[in-house]
């Protein structure tokens, strides 16, 4: 079946513009992840969404980043004022149940902020 | 807060077994080992999960001791397409994700 997918794959901005990054979560997965990756480095945890309970934010890194899941599907995860340390590749990843079961991830977005 | 520690980076020769050990010295009693496996310019894809003793599938096996304090992802033969970053993962507690730091990168040499 189809995996997660996300959209653009890359995306080139100036700084101060803001962006919307999309994920499409395997169908029917109840839990949706978004995380951040720089160059050469591990994942970073931003947010996380199960059912319809209230996402978990606790890794946004400033308020200059929300996120929105719609339905339970699609998300959208949005960057306002976008900064050069912004750059970056974001991940997103599904998952069916409980908190620690397999997560299925998306082939990113690479995020380039001028 | 469960944490791993992992070799930031390690090297092999194709056709080797490479065994890469994580420690989590306060991992809950309750709580599976996950590992993860990321080729460069892809998203993680999970290779392997166990709780205690060994677990094996068609990518690894996974060695786990009695104290559950750490574990062993092991890699038989390894290939140049094995080359990429591993992750090993235990619940942070406080149902709090999955935490996935820098993993251990892992070089295949011909």
């Known amino acids: 079946g189809a995996g997660v997918s996300q959209s653009p794959s890359n995306k080139v901005t100036e700084k101060g513009k803001d962006v919307e990054l999309r994920c499409d979560p395997i169908s029917g997965h109840t839990a949706l992840y978004w995380y951040r990756q720089s160059l050469g480095q591990g994942l970073e945890f931003l947010i996380y969404?199960?059912?319809?309970?209230?996402?978990?934010k606790s890794g946004l890194p400033s308020d200059r980043f929300s996120a929105e899941r719609t339905g339970g599907s699609v998300s959208t995860l949005t960057i306002q004022r976008t900064q050069q340390e912004d750059s970056a590749v974001y991940l997103c990843?599904?998952?069916?149940?409980?908190?620690?079961?397999?997560?299925?991830f998306g082939p990113g977005t690479r995020l380039t902020v001028l | 807060l469960a944490k791993t520690t992992q070799p930031i980076s390690m090297d092999s020769y194709e056709g080797q077994e490479v065994n890469i050990t994580c420690s989590h010295n306060?991992?809950?009693?309750?709580?599976?080992i996950t590992w993860y496996q990321q080729f460069p310019s892809q998203g993680p894809r999970f290779i392997i999960q166990?709780?205690?003793t060994k677990v094996t599938n068609e990518v690894a096996s996974l060695f786990i001791p009695a104290d559950r304090k750490s574990s062993t992802l092991s890699l038989p033969r390894v290939s140049l397409s094995d080359t990429a970053v591993y992750y090993c993962?235990?619940?942070?507690?406080?149902?709090?994700?999955?935490?996935f730091g820098k993993g251990t990168r892992l070089s295949v040499i011909a």
């Open positions: 990843a599904s998952s069916y149940g409980q908190l620690y079961n397999e997560q299925f």
């Open positions: 969404f199960q059912g319809n309970s209230a996402p978990d």
């Open positions: 306060n991992i809950a009693t309750n709580d599976y």
């Open positions: 993962l235990v619940p942070p507690g406080g149902n709090t994700p999955l935490v």
């Open positions: 166990g709780y205690k």
